[in-house]
């Protein structure tokens, strides 16, 4: 989905009340799952509930000031237990009012320590009320499975690195053949519709113009992937024809 798209349509469970207690994020774009989280959070807080980024509310959101909001990890450094036992301290004390809701974010949730992961997993088995969580990360595959299990997932797609930057369509060009096997292992962590606009948009950019000899299998693949459910084997038979003929 797109950023805006997820972030509508988690307003609309802040509107109807029907927020979950946990949800990851994910996206190969930092930025976007920041803004996205950013976005939801003013969202609830505003004063006039249009994420005015001007009222009192909007600027404790924004200046990290809003005691009703725990934010750990900085998407970089492995975190510590010693963090989320912090953070699960900080979740139970009620000093709120009855109907104040918590939330807590945590910036890559993949970089929990095996101990941390399970101090936390506590939490998102019983949640404590009204308390609703935001996991960010990057790749939803190096995240404990116990641990997605028990949260909504939604994947923001990266625009900007499926269309403006689109790799595959820079290495056909440049004729780069040894990058193309890590543009394969990209690709294969992406959603079928996403990978399905890369191709075709290096397709138009480059295949049809510069090496239309391989136009046919670009084709098929973009076809097989929508009807597959496996499409790293298409992908990868992909990668070797094009390296064939760069
Ligand atoms: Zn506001």
Redesign the pocket.
Same mark, same amino acid.
């Given at each position: 989905m797109l950023k805006n798209e997820v972030v509508t349509k988690l307003k609309n469970d802040i509107e109807s009340n029907t927020l979950s207690h946990a949800y990851i994020l994910e996206s190969p774009n930092q930025l976007f799952l920041e803004e996205a989280t950013t976005d939801l959070l003013?969202a609830y807080f $505003?004063? !006039?509930k249009?994420? $005015?980024? !001007?009222?009192r509310? $909007?600027l404790n959101v924004i200046n990290n000031t809003n005691l009703q909001i725990i934010n750990i990890g900085d998407a970089t450094e492995r975190i510590k237990k010693q963090e989320v036992l912090d953070l699960i301290a900080k979740l139970n004390i009620t000093n709120l009012g009855e109907d104040d809701k918590k939330f807590y974010v945590i910036k890559n949730i993949e970089q929990l320590g095996p101990e941390a992961s399970n101090a936390i997993l506590k939490t998102l088995e019983e949640p404590p009320k009204g308390v609703t969580a935001f996991l960010l990360s990057n790749n939803r595959d190096e995240i404990l499975p116990t641990i997605k299990s028990r949260c909504i997932l939604f994947y923001i797609d990266d625009e900007s690195f499926a269309l403006e930057n689109n790799i595959l369509a820079d290495v056909i060009q440049s004729g780069n053949k040894d990058e193309l096997f890590l543009v394969g292992a990209k690709l294969r962590h992406l959603p079928k519709n996403e990978v399905v606009s890369i191709l075709q948009d290096a397709l138009k950019k480059v295949v049809l113009q510069e090496k239309v000899e391989i136009a046919d299998k670009f084709y098929d693949a973009i076809y097989n992937i929508k009807k597959m459910t496996n499409t790293n084997l298409i992908i990868e038979n992909l990668m070797i024809e094009i390296y064939e003929v760069l």
């Open positions: 003013l $505003c004063e !006039t249009i994420a $005015c980024r !001007t009222c509310q $909007c």
